[in-house]
């Protein structure tokens, strides 16, 4: 069925707030949801993915705070982030695949530093650096399909790949949330459900994923995070696809004595409207535009107005 089929590429179409493999904590848009298509593809699926999303708003709680209510020595004031990912997905069963996820991240980042009396010091990091890969398996029986429901399962690991130590021309290291990786091993859990009912025209979808850091490294271990998303896969064309998601995710606070867990952790909702466009029977594209509803940050936080990504998708078989 060609809905369930698209619901396949609508899985790169999610909130960025599902994990964290392009750094600590700025990723605009994440391919961790299930893909729920009829069964899983055997052979080889490549996609690619590039986001844009930048942080210059400070908040403190669910409230829009300007500069001048910094009180601390350390005021944040804009993190520039553009990634992208190379997904590689291999079915190696009717049941299973493999998947492995490789991001790269080209990163601005200012704050300002207060000492007293004396006048405020800039500080400024701009970087183009591997984050931590993330490999998974899934597992989608065949045989289960029956009215139109599909169903997934997906663990793995978030592996330490990314950098933890990059340094500004002044010699400075940035923060650890600022950096391309955690430095952690993480858990990776998801599920997922597709429902293509009746009464409706295209598919009813919802995914629930979970990751939790196993280790602590150089006195830093971030938050754990889990996501919620439920969305509507509506038909509009032979080969173009609407796609209407929310979005929920609750990051915890970081934890080690090189952790800000005053000023880490947070709960945010959005919605995603996407569009997926078949190209051929091999190919497709996909955009997505994410618009938060509802942000509430532990601290004073910088949070985004809107995140934009944009993808391909490429069976080879």
Request: proline residues 5%.
């Amino acid at each position: 069925m060609k809905t369930l089929r698209t619901l396949m590429l609508a899985g790169c179409l999610v909130s960025g707030s599902a994990h964290a493999s392009c750094g600590a904590a700025f990723c605009a848009a994440s391919n961790d949801w299930l893909s729920l298509s009829q069964g899983v593809t055997q052979g080889w699926r490549v996609w690619g993915q590039v986001e844009y999303l930048k942080q210059d708003q400070l908040r403190a709680g669910t409230d829009k705070i300007s500069p001048d209510e910094i009180t601390s020595h350390h005021e944040e004031v804009k993190t520039l982030n553009r990634n992208a990912l190379l997904g590689l997905e291999y079915g190696f069963a009717p049941d299973w695949s493999a998947n492995l996820v490789l991001p790269y991240t080209n990163r601005d980042h200012l704050h300002v530093v207060h000492h007293h009396d004396e006048p405020p010091i800039p500080e400024a990091w701009q970087f183009d650096e591997i984050g931590d890969a993330r490999l998974t398996l899934r597992h989608q029986p065949a045989g289960h399909h029956a009215k139109d429901l599909s169903w997934s399962l997906q663990g793995g690991l978030k592996l330490p790949t990314g950098r933890t130590d990059v340094r500004n021309a002044d010699g400075e290291e940035a923060e650890r949330s600022v950096q391309p990786g955690s430095g952690t091993t993480d858990l990776l859990l998801g599920g997922g459900l597709a429902y293509a009912p009746q009464s409706l025209p295209g598919s009813l979808f919802s995914n629930l994923t979970l990751q939790a850091p196993l280790n602590e490294k150089d006195g830093f271990q971030p938050g754990w995070r889990a996501g919620v998303q439920a969305g509507w896969l509506i038909p509009v064309t032979g080969k173009l696809d609407l796609i209407l998601q929310g979005t929920l995710l609750h990051v915890g606070r970081d934890r080690g004595v090189n952790a800000e867990p005053d000023d880490s952790g947070r709960t945010e909702a959005a919605l995603v409207p996407a569009l997926a466009y078949a190209w051929s029977r091999n190919l497709s594209v996909y955009g997505q535009l994410e618009l938060p509803l509802y942000q509430n940050v532990n601290g004073v936080q910088l949070t985004h107005d809107y995140a934009l990504s944009l993808g391909l998708s490429l069976t080879l078989n």
